[in-house]
């Protein structure tokens, strides 16, 4: 395994990176994870904004992460795990990401590989990778593919009389650099057709190659970069079925869109509570509204009511959203599955547009000072703006109309 790092990255870190997993603490429970995740938030917070603006790793930080035990919460209870609802996963990454936006979107593949598993994987297998992320262990991915039409057509899984190998390259692959396993996408023949599977990946494996190129403007420090294979040695037992699980009606699809909407929401918290902040302390009121505080601007004001209920608006759809799921998670049929889908639809598009309002509104109320570099407030914006452009928001207002109108299931996928 190699880890290609184009940028300067100090050996201790990388030490920290390449280290063995330990055994998290126990959560037992939505109480005490929620918990965890406030106490780690306030951490966090602290050089958030300094990883940015130095595109810092968080490689301390993650493993603090994992090792709190919010890594394990969606094991199902018959392994062993906590198996929190999903309304308090989506809690735990919002609160993460009112901290950092960039910490709060890492673990989100972790989570849909668990996801995946649960769903349709034998139980030898859900055995066997259930056990270990109890252990400590960390799941990346590596799905995405560009500079082709059909992603799933690149990466090939080879079936040959001495053994399975993989072979291809990805991109957009947050968390692999801090992973201890990348699930890959992965087509394989059968029968004269291509078939999708999700390929576990060792990270140190022979032949594989990560390397440091995410450089987008936003979400700057999740390692969302490329991942290479060389004819890299897998086992039949670490590859689980994917393009199955959704030829039924399962609940992978908005379960995994519902963490995204989680994201952008603890992204658009944390521009508030910074926004709330500068205006309180810092501001200077418009000198037509005769008030001596920024905070007393009647103006103002609207303009932080206005957010607060869209923030508020977009918390409670998501919040209905994950009820919703839960309740297709334990009764998947054709229709229950497509109104978790219409639900998390609707809560990612309010998410969406709350999360890029504050943002843009934390510079419009508290003035020109707040775009000092030393600040760096706008990590907000380039947060909300790079992560909400993982699938496209008006497909989504389709999706809901469609369904709302003529009855239109939504196509099931992990993009709606």
Known sequence: ???????????AEIGIALSSARRPESI??????????????????????????????PWEELDRFSQSGLWTITVPRAFGGPDVSTETLAEVIAIIGRADGSLSQIPQNHFYAVEVLRVGASEAKQRFFF???LAGERFGNALAEIGHRDFRRRTRLLREQDGWFVDGRKFYCTGAIYAHWIPTLVVAEEAGRDVTYLAFVPRAAAGVTITDDWDGFGQRVTGSGSVSFERVRVEPDWIVPFQASFERPTT???FAQI????????????????????LRDRARPWIDSGVERAADDPLTLHQVGNVWLRLRAAEALVKRAARITDAARANMTEESVARASVAVAEAKILTTKASLLAA?????????????AEDNFDRHWRNAR?????DPVRWKYQAVGNYYLNGKRPPRHGAI
């Open 1 to 11: 395994m190699t880890i290609v790092y184009p940028t300067q990255i100090g050996p």
């Open 28 to 57: 037992e429970n939505d109480a005490q994870a929620l918990a965890a995740a406030r106490q780690l938030a306030d951490i966090f917070a602290v050089d958030a904004s300094r990883r940015d603006a130095q595109r810092i790793l």
């Open 131 to 133: 056990d270990r992320v």
């Open 252 to 254: 992978i699809g908005p």
């Open 259 to 278: 963490m995204h909407a989680a994201i952008d929401l603890g992204i658009g918290w944390g521009a508030y509570q910074d926004m709330l902040a500068f």
């Open 360 to 372: 843009n509104k934390l510079f419009e109320l508290s003035g020109t000072s707040a775009t000092m």
């Open 386 to 390: 790079t992560h909400t452009l993982h």
